[in-house]
């Protein structure tokens, strides 16, 4: 009967470390998940952020020159052809010599119907991935093209 015992308690031991490892991977996965969650959604706010600055700045701005002279800090901004590029961290700190891991480009157009109305397109790119992470559209009325 002893060894009944014995072999029973051992079952259940050894059940127990099943179950509690198997408790540990679930939650190193769960863990895990969320921490690359967690870098997913800083890198989006971040993003969106560096858009907004630069919706602000083309709303603020009379032409695509002045955009980008207010966007620069520190020459992570370049301009070319109505085009903005500038070059930022992850942190949303400027970039040094174009190696930041976001890209942002401001493509400016004039609207075709109405010449008072210039429309930006603002992107972030995230460098490492080559997508995009965040797309926003603007316009702006300027009231010196509609006279």
């Known amino acids: ?13 050894l059940l127990l470390v ?3 490892v198997a408790m540990i991977l ?32 083309v ?5 695509p020159a002045q955009a980008a002279k207010m966007l620069d800090e520190g020459g992570n901004v370049h301009l070319e052809d109505n085009k903005i590029e500038a070059f930022y961290m992850t942190d949303g700190s400027a970039a040094k010599n174009d190696t930041g891991t976001l890209r942002m ?3 400016f157009e004039q609207d075709t119907d109405d010449a008072s ?3 930006s397109t603002i992107s972030i790119y995230d460098e ?14 300027r009231k010196e093209a509609a006279e």
Do not use: C, P, W
């Open 59 to 63: 709303s603020a701005a009379d032409d």
């Open 105 to 107: 480009i401001v493509e």
């Open 117 to 119: 109305l210039l429309r």
């Open 18 to 20: 099943i179950v509690f």
């Open 128 to 141: 490492e991935h080559d997508a995009v992470i965040y797309k926003l559209e603007t316009a702006k009325y």
């Open 26 to 57: 679930v939650l190193t996965g769960v863990f895990g998940a969320s921490h690359a969650q967690s870098k997913e959604a800083k890198f989006l706010t971040q993003a969106v952020t560096l858009a907004a600055n630069a919706a602000e700045a």
């Open 1 to 13: 009967m002893k060894r009944s015992q014995l072999t029973s308690f051992f079952l259940e031991a």
